[in-house]
């Protein structure tokens, strides 16, 4: 089976890649390298021993999309390709709307010449539900105002799929609304690799601990939460690539030649800021220099799913841990520094 991967030198496409080829698949990687690095093919061949096909592809241009799918006949694809700093969207709206639906809008004028429905899964986020009203998040719960032109873009993205299953044309669908993805491969051999600034929590705590950032800056202090910190929903990212094979599975085998699911994706349980620093500090050995700075525009205050839904229905739930993934992240960021 030939699956398309895009995006996938990213971080969750990264380490989806590994497990796919790991399963047997042959997977064609497409990215733009806009916040990737083509080395991470390299890693992923030294951890597979396969090398997967890559085109370098901007997504955005429809005759390079439509050369691809005449190059290639497609089982299935994963849709990881976008844009993710809710930072640079504020700045940038057209940037994120362009990316980030004009990529969906042209793959699916390639889906819609396909004869066969076609295995589609989206990467989402909970960012659609902004500041749920109640706790935890489980998929029914209303999809608010997005806070940024990023949100805005995973909500329409989801309308356009939503809006293709209603059409009579045949596809299958899972949308994934990603809850925090944290952690490493256990090779230390990919990772997540900001590109600059990292506005994300962990990778902004192994930066601090290697002494790259001089302190982290706790956003509040002040919510109200059990210790005034923000919580989330943090999971191992060996969990989310491993279900996306479940759900690839999942679409290969069920016949309903319409199947359209949306999954929240976590572990269930909320850890605030602190919570979350202290395990890093306690598994790793290490303290952490951090101060408690303003809070950051934008930001929730909590956000933790409801998994009973993907549990009952894909038999998936997360088998590694926060530990797991806070000592992998240190490790990943230790095998970064190396050579340097
Ligand atoms: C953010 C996005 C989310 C997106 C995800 C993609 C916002 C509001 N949300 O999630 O839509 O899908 O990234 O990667 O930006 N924190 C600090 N100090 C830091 C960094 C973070 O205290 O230097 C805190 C934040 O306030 C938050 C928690 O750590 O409470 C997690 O932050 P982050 O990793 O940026 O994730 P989200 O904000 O949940």
Same mark, same amino acid.
């Given at each position: 089976m030939q699956i398309l991967v895009t995006g996938g030198l990213g971080y969750?496409? &990264?380490?989806?890649?590994? #497990?796919?080829?790991?399963?047997? !698949?042959?997977?064609?990687? =497409?990215?733009? +390298?806009? $916040?990737?690095?083509?080395e991470v093919l390299d890693n992923i061949y030294k951890i597979t021993g396969k090398k997967p096909t890559f085109e370098k592809i901007d997504l955005k241009d429809i005759r390079a999309v439509s050369k691809l799918f005449k190059d290639y006949k497609f089982d299935g694809?994963?849709?990881?390709?976008?844009?993710? &700093?809710?930072?640079?969207? #504020?700045?940038?709206?057209?940037? !994120?709307?362009?990316?980030? =639906?004009?990529? +969906?809008? $042209?793959?699916?004028?390639?889906?819609?010449?396909?004869?066969?429905?076609?295995?589609?899964?989206?990467?989402?986020?909970?960012?659609?539900?902004?500041?749920?009203?109640?706790?935890?998040?489980?998929?029914?719960?209303?999809?608010?105002?997005?806070?940024?032109p990023y949100g805005e873009s995973k909500k329409m993205c989801e309308e356009i799929l939503k809006k293709l299953n209603n059409s009579n044309h045949s596809f299958k669908n899972i949308t994934l609304r990603y809850f925090n993805p944290i952690g490493a491969h256990p090779t230390g051999l990919i990772g997540e690799l900001p590109i600059g600034n990292p506005e994300n929590l962990v990778p902004y705590i192994t930066q601090t601990a290697i002494g790259k950032r001089d302190f982290l800056s706790v956003f509040g202090d002040n919510y109200k939460t059990k210790d005034g910190t923000c919580i989330r929903d943090y999971i191992n990212i060996m969990d989310l690539a491993e279900l996306h094979i479940t759900c690839l599975e999942k679409l290969i085998a069920v016949e309903d030649e319409n199947f359209f699911k949306i999954?929240?994706?976590?572990?269930?349980?909320?850890?605030?800021?602190?919570?979350?620093?202290?395990?890093?500090?306690?598994?790793?050995?290490?303290?952490?220099?951090?101060?408690?700075?303003?809070?950051?525009?934008?930001?929730?205050?909590?956000?933790?799913?409801?998994t009973t839904k993907i549990k009952e229905e894909l038999s998936w739930s997360t088998k590694y841990s926060l530990e797991n993934a806070l000592k992998s992240a240190w490790n990943w960021e230790l095998n970064l520094n190396k050579d340097e």
């Open positions: 969750i496409g &990264s380490h989806t890649s590994v #497990l796919l080829l790991e399963k047997g !698949y042959d997977i064609v990687i =497409v990215d733009d +390298l806009s $916040n990737s690095n083509i694809i994963i849709h990881f390709a976008a844009h993710k &700093s809710v930072n640079e969207s #504020l700045k940038k709206p057209e940037k !994120y709307l362009s990316n980030n =639906v004009g990529s +969906l809008e $042209n793959i699916i004028a390639e889906i819609k010449l396909l004869e066969n429905p076609i295995n589609f899964i989206f990467s989402s986020s909970c960012t659609v539900y902004g500041q749920a009203d109640s706790m935890p998040i489980n998929e029914s719960f209303p999809l608010k105002k997005a806070e940024s999954y929240n994706v976590g572990t269930g349980k909320g850890t605030s800021v602190f919570e979350l620093i202290n395990l890093f500090e306690n598994v790793n050995d290490i303290k952490l220099n951090y101060k408690i700075g303003d809070r950051r525009k934008g930001d929730v205050i909590s956000a933790y799913a409801d």
